[in-house]
T-cell receptor, first 111, second 113 residues
Framework: GQQVMQIPQYQHVQEGEDFTTYCNSSTTLSNIQWYKQRPGGHPVFLIQLVKSGEVKKQKRLTFQFGEAKKNSSLHITATQTTDVGTYFCAAYSGGYQKVTFGIGTKLQVIP | DGGITQSPKYLFRKEGQNVTLSCEQNLNHDAMYWYRQDPGQGLRLIYYSQIVNDFQKGDIAEGYSVSREKKESFPLTVTSAQKNPTAFYLC????????????FGPGTRLTVL
């Protein structure tokens, strides 16, 4: 079955440093989504990537989908304390019928 | 206000009791989902439904049951057969097809004593 690895599981950064989380699948994906969950909250949708090699930006956040559609990354430039939370990827395969969430990367930003 | 509501926010039950978690949405979404979240394990899919009176098992359906009698409601029953029921349960909904973004409810934290 589909396996989705997300690394790292935890990341502590100094405010202003960059942060990256990676999501890797054992199978080719239809598309991938990224979510953010603030402490004590629920996941909130950030973005969806569909095309091979796609790159999307949201202010300080850059999302990439690999050429082979098996991996994706989320990069945050110059982190702020408001970036604290857990970032999840959600990987879709099998004609969008199967969704698997990554384990999440918990980001702590030290002021 | 459109959204998903889950109640209660915190729930305590004694071991051996069945408990039903509520999930209601007024977003007119066809698809609804139940996830379980445990520390260090991310979100795992329990059940999902794409249409009224139809639902499919997810990755960890054992010990759980659901119903979808109305489009806006998708209650989850945690039965006594579930060996480790203490967890944070999240309900979500999305339009079809299923690769649309999922909208999550605030979650219910269930503790079985």
């Amino acid at each position: 079955g589909q396996q989705v690895m997300q690394i790292p599981q935890y990341q502590h950064v100094q405010e202003g440093e960059d942060f990256t989380t990676y999501c890797n699948s054992s199978t080719t994906l239809s598309n991938i989504q990224w979510y953010k969950q603030r402490p004590g909250g629920h996941p909130v949708f950030l973005i969806q990537l569909v095309k091979s090699g796609e790159v999307k930006k949201q202010k300080r956040l850059t999302f990439q989908f690999g050429e082979a559609k098996k991996n994706s990354s989320l990069h945050i430039t110059a982190t702020q304390t408001t970036d604290v939370g857990t970032y999840f990827c959600a990987a879709y395969s099998g004609g969008y019928q199967k969704v698997t969430f990554g384990i999440g990367t918990k980001l702590q930003v030290i002021p | 206000d459109g959204g998903i509501t889950q109640s209660p926010k915190y729930l305590f039950r004694k071991e051996g009791q069945n408990v039903t978690l509520s999930c209601e949405q007024n977003l007119n979404h066809d698809a609804m989902y139940w996830y379980r979240q445990d520390p260090g394990q991310g979100l795992r899919l329990i059940y999902y439904s794409q249409i009224v009176n139809d639902f499919q098992k997810g990755d960890i359906a054992e010990g759980y049951s659901v119903s979808r009698e109305k489009k806006e409601s998708f209650p989850l029953t945690v039965t006594s057969a579930q060996k480790n029921p203490t967890a944070f349960y999240l309900c979500a909904s999305s339009p079809l097809p299923r690769d649309h973004e999922q909208f999550f409810g605030p979650g219910t934290r269930l503790t079985v004593l």
